[in-house]
């Protein structure tokens, strides 16, 4: 049996397996029908969870530096340090203009005198720097009285100023105006600062004191972190889901994610706290707000830009389930129906309807096509039955053409699981959102999940899983070899079901190393770097071996989930004539398999393998070994006269081989 065979190399470690294990013994052959595609596979099928947690977007993706630029933080001055040795009493206020900007209310007064005065920001864990780079130092400023110089500057975690601009006010009347200036720096820093000092004598108030770096991803000005939305890109994403997860329900209804809140101009976004900030008393993260700097149009056109379709997810009238339970009344839900009405026309209406105008207005006329909605992130029980019911009706009334995610709860199985899978089916909804963050074992036995699932009616979106090296939540959990091969297993039977499984995508995406509540997580960054877990290579493996068809994919008439602790699937890329193999070894052994490419005429006789493999189940990726379990592409001998290519599947292995048919 595979699974003791799985757990007992948990505890070895590391195993170097004699090449004398190999059984110079014949094959088993696996059998491919080429010639008869069991299903479809969707172009959505693998795609990306994003939700802004583990510092995923303020912190993040979003390229903004500077901590608390607009003072809305619960503690106004969070993130900011205020020093001189000539302080005096109200030299730096914090004032707040609620009437006239219940938005973004406060803002600092700063009455300088010629003294040393000057605000240093920490950043997000620091502030990564790079030599040669040009900053983009902006502020709203509104000059009250005198002549007062901004000196801006970059310091290294030392103090040592590595890069520095002046920005003189240049407006002196009762209105905000913006100023920027662009400087370069002179080091690399992983941990910088930014310091602001004062020259002259008058009073100045300030807002939205903003740093980005110019490398922005496309070079968008106040835009994405460019190296990790690269990793993004390569995966070739089917789609991308966002905004979460469940700062989508909030803590309590005031904190959910409102989508008309986060467009139009920044210093108009409202910023709320991020409920991850407390939602762990073991991973308490006091300073983790969203500023929505990046907000719908962001995400919408980050989608556009990686080719990944948008899947929105709205809040259905819920707030966190396993917070305060809020509900809307049901009398209440309209403004909430609304939205969702209202963001599908903001998505694809053309340029004369309202929200078709206000996104042109916003620099994108053009629509973005949107295909999915989810409604609802982790929500269970009648009540979300009950208004779901209301969205459905309204969306399809007026959007027949757009599928309706929708969530079957927190976990795969029980009582309420079966509930929400049986009314949803009832409701004929287009796609169950299935989540399981389960242990390694959990994947191995579920590989033949979906094998017995209707073949019509709902299908699935396995929107969040990943598997967990100890427990949800723990500390503990790490992205190691073992979960990332389970997760590679599993997925051979999320393909071979694409029949039924139409999108998958892994949760979360992202993790800021000094600033994580969750782990595992797919990829992992500093404010410099950022590499790929073993499961983010799994995960691009799949998207980008993705092939249009199902093939089947047997032996003695069974699918290869978990004999001799193999699991495999098959698929026919109709794009580029190719099969593709995928199969993933769980075991210490090496196996041996004919793979027999039934109902073809002629093959290329060289095909490519891909392999992904490490002798040691506990492996990791980290910053200083950012490839250890990483793939490596060789080329398979097919045998093009028996039309078979021959296996050795190493132990704890997952292999991806791309066979060309040829006319
Ligand atoms: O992915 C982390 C969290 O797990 C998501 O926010 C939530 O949907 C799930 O419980």
């Known amino acids: 049996m595979f699974i003791p065979v799985f757990r007992k190399i948990a505890c070895s470690f590391l195993l170097v397996i004699p090449a004398l294990l190999v059984q110079a013994q014949q094959s088993p052959v696996v059998r491919v029908n080429v010639a008869q595609p069991v299903a479809d596979i969707q172009p959505t099928m693998w795609g990306v969870f994003f939700e802004d947690i583990n510092l995923g977007a303020d912190g993040g993706i979003y390229a903004e530096l500077i901590k608390n630029r607009s003072f809305e933080f619960f503690k106004p001055l969070m993130g900011w340090q205020i020093e001189g040795s000539k302080r005096s009493e109200g030299d730096v206020l914090v004032l707040n203009r609620q009437e006239n900007k219940s938005s973004n209310p406060r803002y600092i007064r700063v009455q300088a005198n010629n003294s040393d005065l000057q605000m240093t920001n920490e950043g997000f864990r620091g502030m990564g720097i790079k030599a040669g780079l040009c900053y983009d130092f902006s502020v709203m400023y509104r000059l ?66 903003s740093l980005f770096p110019e490398d922005t991803w496309k070079g968008r000005p106040g835009g994405m972190r460019a190296d990790m939305i690269q990793m993004l890109a390569d995966m070739k994403p089917g789609f991308l889901r966002f905004p979460g997860g469940c700062i989508v329900e909030g803590y309590d209804l005031d904190q959910r994610f ?49 080719g990944a379709e948008p899947l929105p997810i709205l809040n259905c009238g819920m707030a966190c389930q396993f917070n305060t339970a809020e509900l809307v009344p049901m009398d209440q839900l309209d403004p909430y129906v609304q939205d969702a009405l ?123 899983w990943a598997a967990q090296s100890d427990r949800i939540a723990s500390t503990e959990n790490k992205n190691n070899w073992q979960c990332a091969l389970a997760e590679a297993a599993f997925m051979t039977g999320l393909e071979r079901n694409a029949a039924v499984v ?110 992904l493999r490490n002798t040691n189940i506990s492996a990791v990726n980290s910053f200083e070994n950012a490839t250890n379990v990483s793939p490596v592409e060789q080329q398979i001998a097919v045998d093009a006269k028996k039309k078979s290519v021959a296996m050795t599947l190493a132990p704890l292995s997952f292999s991806v081989v791309r066979v060309k048919v040829v006319h």
């Open 144 to 209: 009250r009285s005198g002549n007062v110089k901004l000196l801006a500057e970059l310091l290294d975690a030392a103090g040592k100023v590595i890069g520095s601009a002046t920005l003189t006010p240049e407006i002196s009347d009762a209105d905000w105006h913006t100023q920027a200036v662009s400087f370069k720096a002179n080091a690399t820093e992983l941990k910088g600062k930014f310091r602001l000092r004062f020259e002259g004598n008058g009073v100045v108030d300030l807002d939205m004191i």
């Open 342 to 464: 209202d963001l599908i026309e903001f998505a694809n209406g053309d340029v004369t309807t309202p929200w078709g105008k206000i996104r042109a207005d916003l620099g994108h006329p053009k629509p973005f096509n949107l295909k999915y909605l989810g409604v609802g992130n982790e929500n269970w029980g009648p009540q979300y039955i009950e208004r779901l019911a209301v969205f459905q009706k309204a969306v399809k009334d007026k959007y027949p053409s757009i599928n309706l995610v929708c969530s079957s709860g927190t976990d795969p199985s029980g009582e309420r699981f079966d509930f929400l899978n049986g009314k949803l089916r009832e409701m004929n909804v287009e796609l169950i959102d299935e989540h399981y963050y389960r242990r390694p074992e959990w994947f191995l036995e579920n590989a033949r999940r979906y094998d017995s699932y209707p073949r019509t009616g709902s299908k699935v979106f396995a929107g969040e």
């Open 502 to 611: 139409n999108m998958s995508s892994y949760a979360p995406l992202f993790a800021h190393a000094e600033g994580w509540q969750w782990t595992p997580d797919l990829i992992w960054v500093d404010n410099l770097r950022v590499y790929g877990t073993p499961n983010y290579h799994v995960q691009k493996l799949y998207s980008t071996n993705k092939g249009t068809n199902v093939l089947s994919m047997v032996q003695n008439n069974e699918p290869l989930a978990g004999q001799d602790s193999l699991y495999a699937s098959a698929a026919w890329d109709k794009a580029t004539n190719e099969i593709i193999l995928k199969i993933a070894n769980v075991s210490g052994q090496t196996h041996m398999r004919t793979i027999q490419l039934d109902g073809v005429k002629k093959l290329d006789a060289n095909g490519k393998l891909i392999l």
């Open 258 to 306: 409102q989508w008309k809140k986060t467009i139009g101009p920044v210093e108009d976004r409202q910023l709320i706290i991020n409920r991850w900030n407390f939602e762990f008393a073991h991973r308490p993260t006091p300073d983790y707000f969203q500023t929505f700097g990046l907000g719908f149009l962001e995400y919408f056109q980050l989608s556009e830009d990686i």
